[in-house]
């Protein structure tokens, strides 16, 4: 078996280590422009953060024959993607940067619109837009990332696959809806 990566000699990691020890954990062998990284996560911050906010309004504001149940499922996506906020939030001060939680610039950041929806099948259609967008969100930045940071390249893939049970669930309910709210 060829050896295409060499391994870093165990005296370079303990040099090396030494270094710049107040960057904590981006060290030497980290490959990516870490500024480019810290402004797509703010986005993908700013994005979960409208996503909470909508699905909590539209669990409050869930009406009908089917209110009920897809307003429980509304709450469940928002706390998944407060959840996912946090992560990304304490990502960012891994990587050395500071999470932008300002509602000031909350719109312009993200990626998802904070669409109210007035009947049902708005709120589950508004919500399965900003999941999929979302999920195409999630996708660049992992093939951005390539293997250059493979821990915030983990991280976004585990969002990813919740993002997509989210839009899978949202379809799922959408066609359950009775064709004239739909």
Do not use: W
Request: hydrophobic share 40%; aromatic share 4%; with cysteine.
């Amino acid at each position: 078996m060829t050896d295409t990566h060499p391994l870093t000699d165990v005296a370079t990691l303990r040099r090396q280590a030494r270094q710049h020890i107040e960057r904590g954990a981006v060290t030497a062998g980290y490959g990516a422009d870490r500024d480019r990284v810290l402004a797509l996560l703010n986005e993908a911050l700013a994005t979960e953060i409208v996503c909470v906010l909508r699905y909590r309004r539209h669990h409050f504001m869930a009406r009908g024959i089917h209110g009920q149940s897809v307003g429980a499922e509304f709450l469940v996506h928002s706390n998944e993607e407060q959840g996912h906020a946090d992560l990304l939030a304490a990502r960012i001060v891994q990587l050395g940067g500071e999470p932008d939680f300002s509602p000031d610039r909350l719109r312009e950041r993200s990626h998802a619109e904070y669409v109210p929806g007035s009947t049902l099948a708005e709120m589950i259609r508004e919500n399965l837009v900003a999941e999929r967008i979302a999920i195409d969100s999630y996708r660049d930045m992992v093939a951005y990332l390539g293997d250059q940071d493979p821990t915030t390249s983990h991280l976004l893939k585990q969002i990813l696959a919740v993002e997509e049970e989210h839009a899978d669930e949202l379809a799922d309910l959408l066609e359950g809806m009775p064709a004239h709210d739909v």
